[in-house]
């Protein structure tokens, strides 16, 4: 059996990150899956709701929460980490491609393999997710998981955006949360910056207020 693994979510400061694993035939998988960012997000999900119902398939997702990631193991174990319980989840053997979340994508693949107790031989390229099917299908179904939380977060605490630092929406509703309950949502990443700054400016406007 051959499968691809990918993740999403190593960057944003509200939700998990999660890795995918699919396994299954090559030639079974729709032609038009592609890296996530490709894809429409309605395709998206109809390629992963086919893929999880599809018999000749395995599917495999694992979360990091932000309690962990806020904890002492860097990013690239962290990730080491979902990889091997999203190959495990998938009840994945055989051959596998990773898509490589280190410099060293020999590393990153030696890792994983390590830390996988079924017997699979694991590669990894950068930026495989653009170039292998399997690897493609498992980027999406990540992409598509994480979604679904930040939508559930967002049905709990009104629009948090994509959950990226970058994002406007992310960022004020960190800052009026922060300013309305004094500490970050469960949600945030305390670690980021972006969740640091929060704080302060919430602290800042405490102070003014004297």
């Known amino acids: 059996m051959e499968f691809g693994v990918d993740e999403a979510g ?14 299954g035939p090559v030639a079974a998988l729709p032609a038009d899956v592609d890296d996530s960012k490709r894809v429409a997000p309605d395709r998206r ?10 018999p000749e398939f395995g599917v495999g997702v694992a979360h990091v929460t932000p309690e962990r990631i806020d904890g002492d193991e860097d990013m690239n174990t962290l990730t080491v980490v979902a990889h091997a319980r999203a190959i495990e989840d998938a009840e994945a053997t055989g051959r596998g491609l990773l898509d ?3 410099a ?6 030696r890792r994983v393999g390590d ?3 079924a017997a699979v031989e694991v590669t990894a390229e950068h930026g495989a997710d653009a170039t292998n099917p399997l690897v493609g299908a498992a980027s999406i179904v990540a992409k598509v998981d994480r979604d679904a939380v930040l939508a559930a977060l967002s ?9 990226y630092p970058s994002d406007p929406t992310t960022r004020q509703f960190l800052g009026e949360y922060v300013e309305e309950h004094g500490v970050l949502p469960s949600c945030a990443r305390a670690s980021w910056k972006t969740s640091e700054d929060a704080l302060a400016a919430a602290e800042q406007s405490r102070l003014d207020g004297f």
Request: proline fraction near 4%; glycine fraction near 14%; charge should be negative.
């Open 155 to 163: 049905a709990r605490f009104g629009d948090v955006g994509s959950g």
């Open 104 to 109: 060293d994508a020999d590393r990153f693949a």
């Open 100 to 102: 490589a979340c280190d």
């Open 10 to 23: 190593r960057g944003p400061v509200l939700g998990p990150m999660v890795a995918a694993c699919v396994a």
């Open 45 to 54: 999900e109809e390629i992963a709701s086919a893929l999880g119902a599809h």
């Open 115 to 117: 830390r996988v107790t």
